[in-house]
């Protein structure tokens, strides 16, 4: 029974974390819009949220690649985008390379400092993203992906802002205390990503 309890607990205090993430990146990203000057949709606005409260996840925006875990290169994401067996599959890559590249050059730009490619890169393959997405499927999808790959280099600003706010800098950064807290259990580094917005799962401890 009391088993029952904790856990009816752990799924309410998830809950709340959620709702908890989505309101503050509501707010956040709202003000960033009206003090950055962009008109955009609620439909879009709305995208933006999602996709903050989606990445907050680090497994979301992290993946096991050859060098070990970090964030897949942007022609690989076109590559599974080309090689797709399925319309279905080649939209899912492509949102995920348009979701990429507006999350990096967004929120963890000084991390394209570092890099053979820079933000011009990342806002061209994910605005060609979006915008093939909008030409491929019909109603609010459309005009929603149409927005962001018009407004591809206006968000990234959006994001920029909601990441000065987060003191967001690097993702490698994220992955580090990430890293941690999974090996570790440390309750200092869940409380540090939990001051990013981000919800350690119990789930992700890894066993030593």
């Not at 949220?49 to 989606?54: F, G, I, K, R, S």
Request: hydrophobic share 45%; net charge neutral; proline share 3%.
């Amino acid at each position: 029974m009391s088993s029952q309890v904790e856990s009816d607990r752990a799924s309410s205090t998830a809950l709340q974390a959620a709702r908890d993430v989505r309101d503050y990146f509501k707010q956040t990203v709202t003000h960033a819009i009206v003090h950055q000057r962009v008109e955009a949709s609620e439909e879009a606005a709305f995208y933006l949220v999602e996709l903050l409260a989606q990445f907050t996840r680090s497994d979301a925006l992290f993946e096991c690649t050859a060098d070990g875990v970090g964030i897949k290169p942007l022609a690989l994401c076109y590559a599974d985008a080309v090689q797709a067996e399925s319309r279905s599959v080649r939209h899912q890559a492509l949102k995920r390379l348009g979701d990429v590249a507006l999350m990096v050059a967004g929120m963890f730009s000084a991390s394209l400092t570092r890099k053979v490619v820079g933000m011009d890169y990342y806002i061209a393959m994910g605005g060609s993203a979006y915008a093939f997405l909008s030409e491929s499927l019909g109603g609010a999808p459309a005009r929603v992906f149409g927005e962001l790959a018009a407004k591809f280099q206006p968000f990234v600003d959006v994001l920029g802002e909601v990441s000065d706010q987060t003191s967001l800098r690097a993702p490698q950064d994220v992955l580090r205390i990430y890293d941690n807290w999974t090996r570790t259990g440390s309750r200092r580094a869940a409380a540090q990503l939990r001051r990013l917005g981000i919800e350690p799962a119990i789930g992700s401890i890894r066993p030593m």
